[in-house]
């Protein structure tokens, strides 16, 4: 079953510490792999989005990480800003041929406090 | 990146009513529209995915005859819940695909979303 899972559920942080989210997939074959940030009463906003062949991309205090061996991704917050405070999904596109279908993670509820 | 709205942002009606949720695409030729629904602390759940100028796909357990979907054109899709009924209230997300952004990503653009309040 495609799955991906995100841990951990929720986390409290202090403005200017670092923090990072994890995801662990099960999808495959992938397209690619995509952090979003939704705040609350808000769609969700695209981060960064990574193929198969990246390791690692970032968006100004956001890097994200793949491993596409070991199916696992992560999105570290540098230096936190009260405005991170939101709930961040990672979202895993199928391939083409599997139907182009995205499969959601239960999201990461963050909220940094000052 | 491209941008999806989506209007009303809020919508409070009356049981049994019909509210008409709209999506466009304000800078791009959406071939595929999506309609999500979250629930509270929920993650988005994909409700049914439209291409322009054909029928809708729904996912199972979505009731293709109370979430009336209508893709007409290459920049609006838009979703109608009838005889809405509280159990309905939700916060309802569409997003669209299309001649956008790095083609290898083949990336999805979502709206703002809209939250829909059944009394």
């Known amino acids: 079953k495609n799955q991906v899972e995100q841990s951990p559920q929720s986390l409290i942080i202090l403005e200017g510490k670092n923090c990072t989210l994890q995801c662990n997939y099960t999808v495959s074959p992938f397209s690619n792999l995509r952090w979003y940030k939704q705040d609350t009463g808000r769609g969700p906003v695209s981060l960064t989005i990574m193929t198969f062949s990246e390791n690692t991309k970032s968006n100004g205090r956001y890097t994200a990480t793949l491993d596409a061996d070991t199916k696992q991704s992560s999105l570290h917050i540098t230096a936190s800003q009260l405005s991170d405070s939101a709930s961040y999904i990672c979202v895993v596109r199928h391939f083409k041929a599997a139907g182009n279908k995205l499969t959601f993670g239960g999201g990461t509820r963050v909220l940094v406090k000052p | 990146g491209a941008v999806v709205s989506q209007h009303p942002s809020r919508v409070i009606c009356k049981s049994g009513t019909s509210v008409k949720i709209e999506c466009r695409s304000l800078d791009f030729q959406a071939t595929t529209m999506f309609w999500y629904r979250q629930f509270p602390k929920q993650s988005l759940m994909l409700m049914a995915t439209s291409n322009e100028g054909s029928k809708a796909t729904y996912e199972q357990g979505v009731e293709k005859d109370k979430f009336l979907i209508n893709h007409a054109s290459l920049t609006l899709s838009t979703l109608t819940v009838t005889s809405a009924h509280p159990e309905d209230s939700s916060f309802y997300i569409c997003?669209?695909?299309?001649?956008?952004?790095?083609?290898?990503?083949?990336?999805?653009?979502f709206g703002p979303g809209t939250r829909l309040t059944v009394l």
């Open positions: 997003s669209a695909r299309g001649l956008a952004g790095p083609s290898s990503y083949n990336e999805q653009f």
